[in-house]
């Protein structure tokens, strides 16, 4: 498999020692196109798991807590949690308790939640000012990531404001899901910005979580084009994407019991 510089993808085991879940790698691996509002592989249970009963109760969001609508919000304006948003649900993110289908949550409606669905429209609402951003951030650590913000989560600074942190990909390798990873491993730098919404349960062990990508802005392309480059001339070639459980193959059917012939059979009476 090649990515979009025809660099070759494979996966590989880590060379870590297995946890408490031991993690497995993926072979022959094809990367699904996801739906926009589809973007999980984690099986649907018609009952409701904590993590949806609480992103369904409790969930109106004052106005005054909104975020402010900005389409002209330039890179610069967007505030970096350093990590303050995450480290609440380190466990949710990091944890080898438990599997990652159980850590990460991804067809819940977002609609369901106020925090979230307002989230989501500011995200869009200043796309412009975010795809610069995103980029600066791949541009700084020159590795592919993904920009993560916390629904539930704002900074006692700005109150009114969301916080984002930067996930490069060997950080989103330790959360051992599948989604975050691909998400990340076969996108275009230079042209998207993968940012992933998320909203802790009520304990912090799992989060409900969406993906979007932002487009960069072409004239911001254009005119970081020689930085952008170097960058991506200097990405790895291969990426491996690693899982805590693979579902198992299934085991050919036996072929049928060979037909003695008579006198084989009367031979042997």
Request: proline letters at 9%; charged letters at 20%.
């Amino acid at each position: 498999m090649h990515d979009a510089w025809g660099r070759r993808v494979h996966f590989s085991p880590p060379h870590a020692a297995p946890s408490v879940a031991p993690s497995t790698v993926v072979e022959n691996f094809t990367v699904n196109a996801f739906p926009p509002n589809k973007l999980g592989l984690s099986t649907y249970s018609s009952t409701p798991s904590k993590t949806l009963t609480y992103a369904y109760h409790g969930t109106a969001a004052s106005m005054e807590n909104r975020p402010a609508h900005n389409n002209t919000k330039d890179f610069e304006d967007f505030i970096d949690s350093k990590g303050a948003a995450i480290s609440p649900v380190a466990g949710a993110f990091f944890g080898r308790s438990r599997m990652a289908k159980d850590r990460f949550h991804w067809m819940f409606p977002p609609e369901k939640d106020e925090r979230v669905a307002s989230l989501l429209a500011w995200i869009q609402s200043v796309s412009y000012g975010l795809g610069s951003f995103g980029l600066h951030k791949f541009l700084q650590t020159r590795e592919r990531g993904a920009l993560v913000v916390n629904a539930d989560f704002r900074p006692s600074k700005s109150p009114n404001e969301p916080a984002f942190d930067w996930l490069t990909y060997p950080e989103l390798q330790k959360t051992m899901d599948r989604t975050l990873q691909e998400s990340v491993a076969f996108y275009d730098p230079s042209a998207l910005v993968i940012v992933f919404v998320f909203l802790p349960s009520k304990s912090g062990n799992s989060l409900a979580i969406w993906r979007r990508k932002i487009a960069v802005p072409s004239n911001v392309r254009l005119a970081y084009q020689a930085q952008i480059t170097q960058a991506i001339d200097s990405l790895s070639r291969d990426y491996s994407v690693y899982v805590d459980e693979i579902s198992p193959k299934s085991e050919p059917p036996s072929p049928p019991p060979k037909k003695r012939k008579w006198w084989k059979l009367w031979l042997s009476t």
